[in-house]
């Protein structure tokens, strides 16, 4: 990421096919007692939430430099919270599919796993319609608001607009240039002079 392709997009896009792959194949080697790929599914969908991680955050202050806060605490909670809904969502379909006194626990931990598919394929489908960032060498950073997969796929043309973080955290729009607000306010400021 550091290196290439120095986007967010493409990282959170391909670990999010990664996890959904994983999480997929996996119902299916449950179903069949496959313990190699079993293992390997594990990997596979630990590399796609691992390789997004990330991506996300610089992605999320790309776009609004100005909240690393607010991003922060976004992602410290919701990490958690989706994997405690991802657990109780697994452990109910479980409880329910296991029999009683969980007789068939094997039915019930492959369609706990086939409960999460959805939403696994879900983040997916709205992981294309992000836009992108690409992270410049100097520090600031290129977005491209609106859905940059699918501008390169109908090609059409989205507008880049550079962006960097100030020393006191506010987003700059352009190098040199004051924020969206204080751009407002003089504007505003002007008006009222008027």
């Known amino acids: 990421m550091n290196i290439w392709p120095r986007q967010t997009t493409p990282a959170i896009l391909l670990g999010s096919t990664t ?7 996996l119902s299916w080697a449950v179903n069949g007692g496959k313990d190699s790929i079993i293992y ?3 990997a596979l969908t630990g590399h796609g939430i691992g390789m997004r991680m990330v ?9 609004f430099p100005a ?5 922060t605490f976004i992602g410290s909670f919701a990490l958690p ?6 657990l109780t969502l697994m452990s109910t379909v479980f409880n329910n599919k296991s029999g009683r006194q969980h007789a068939d ?4 931990i492959h369609w706990a796993f086939i409960a999460l598919i959805p939403f696994m394929w879900i983040v997916v489908v709205l992981a294309t319609f992000l836009g992108n960032v690409w992270i410049l060498k100097d520090g600031h950073h290129d977005v491209v608001n609106g859905a940059w997969l699918w501008s390169l ?4 043309k989205l507008v880049k607009e550079r962006r960097s973080r100030a020393a006191d955290g506010m987003g700059v729009a352009e190098s040199g240039s004051a924020p969206p607000d ?3 306010e003089e504007k505003q400021s002007k008006a009222d002079a008027v």
């Open 40 to 42: 390997g599914m594990m």
């Open 19 to 25: 996890s959904a792959v994983g999480i997929t194949v």
């Open 81 to 86: 919270f989706g994997g405690t809904v991802s």
């Open 153 to 156: 796929v109908t090609r059409r």
């Open 182 to 184: 204080k751009v407002n």
């Open 67 to 71: 909240q690393t806060s607010a991003i």
């Open 55 to 63: 991506p996300a955050t610089l992605h999320c202050l790309a776009f």
């Open 105 to 108: 626990a094997h039915t019930g």
